[in-house]
């Protein structure tokens, strides 16, 4: 948050946003997150899969991503790029009236050793676990692999294309 | 001037479309000397001093010793730094460029060259390699050896990366390379680079200015 850089356009994007994580987290109403733009690139082979999906949390009570499970994968861990690198994340917070975006050149799902390639057109179902919150079970359909959704265009890929 | 115009646009359009803030990552990676004339819009960023194609000899899919030099002397050439078990970044980038490809004309598809270069060579052995790009493009040249080797040709070209480290656990955590090079066929320097963000339509526009080795 405390970014030495152009702090007015920082934080009119906080405004933009609805919580940045500092707002009002006392209150012990239970979390209410739902699942959307949930999306599977069609991966290269079957040892491994990206998933993408934004959770969105209308209550005011912060909640955090776990863990994810998938009947298709043996593995599936919640993965973060950092740098040039990625690595396994610990949970990620979802801030209350706010929302925890996982897309591609950010934080995403990485689905490991799969039964099968999925192919475009597909669905592949995963679980995600929270903190608080029951787990959710999501139906990610699988989109071509180069699949951009149009909305969210990525903020931390343009990290590391300019000083 | 253009320079500070061009990165303040670029935060203000991050924060903009953040939807955590001060979640995302900082690095300084390497950046070359960039020319900021073609403006935010464009995915290709033209280098005002190019860069010399590194004198690399690897090893191919096959095999097969791949002298790159050599092998893609007059060709236009597309050069990127990734691993097969990345997820995310190198399989989107490497699919962005094949799916443009496609939509050359046959003889301009033939005349490119597009050359994967491993950066966790380990694990990518020339088999697993041919295995990955065959799910992406068989005429993709796959290239894995020495990381020291890889790592200084990518030096060459303003690409900074660590050798992969295993924890504990043994899982292990690889560097991907920041952008792709554009080789041009007339004086096989790399003028051109192109981001993570760079898409299939930015590709696909540029690419027949590329094979021509005009300015995209």
């Known amino acids: 948050m405390r970014r030495p850089i152009a702090p007015a356009v920082v934080m009119a994007g906080c405004l933009a946003l609805a919580g940045c994580g500092g707002s009002a987290d006392g209150t012990d109403a239970a979390p209410d997150l739902s699942v959307r733009s949930a999306y599977m690139p069609q991966p290269v082979t079957e040892s491994l899969a990206a998933g993408y999906l934004t959770v969105v949390n209308k209550s005011d009570s912060s909640d955090d991503l776990v863990s994810a499970t998938s009947d298709i994968a043996e593995d599936v861990s919640v993965h973060e790029t950092s740098g040039q690198t990625m690595k396994e994340a610990g949970p990620l917070k979802i801030p209350a009236g706010g929302r925890l975006v996982l897309e591609s050149g950010g934080n995403h799902l990485m689905f490991e050793k799969l039964k099968h390639r999925p192919k475009e057109g597909e669905t592949v179902s995963v679980k995600l676990r929270f903190t608080k919150t029951d787990p959710i079970t999501v139906e990610m359909p699988v989109k071509s692999a180069t699949y951009q959704p149009t909305s969210a265009k990525s903020s931390s890929t343009s990290s590391n294309s300019h000083h | ?182 080789f041009s066929p007339k004086t096989d320097a790399g003028y051109v680079l192109y981001g993570e963000d760079a898409t299939v339509d930015d590709y696909t526009k540029d690419l027949p200015k590329l094979i021509k080795g005009q300015t995209p």
Request: aromatic share 4%.
């Open chain 2, 1 to 182: 001037m253009r320079k500070k115009t061009f990165a303040a646009v670029l935060v203000a359009t991050a924060a903009l479309s953040l939807t955590a803030c001060g979640s995302s990552d900082n690095s300084s990676s390497p950046v070359a000397e960039v020319s900021v004339e073609t403006g935010p819009e464009k995915a290709a960023t033209v280098l005002d001093k190019p860069f010399e194609k590194p004198d690399l000899v690897l090893t191919d899919t096959q095999g097969k010793s791949y002298d790159l030099r050599e092998a893609t002397k007059g060709q236009p050439t597309l050069i990127y730094f990734g691993y097969t078990n990345c997820p995310d970044i190198c399989p989107l980038t490497m699919n962005n460029i094949a799916v443009a490809k496609k939509q050359l004309p046959k003889a301009e598809q033939d005349k490119l060259r597009i050359v994967f270069v491993t950066t966790d060579p380990e694990r990518d052995t020339p088999s697993e390699l041919g295995k990955w790009l065959k799910g992406i493009d068989p005429a993709v040249v796959g290239l894995t050896g020495s990381f020291s080797t890889i790592q200084g040709s990518a030096r060459q070209l303003g690409i900074s990366l660590e050798p992969p480290t295993k924890d504990k656990e043994g899982k292990v955590t690889s560097m991907h390379g920041t952008q792709v090079v554009a």
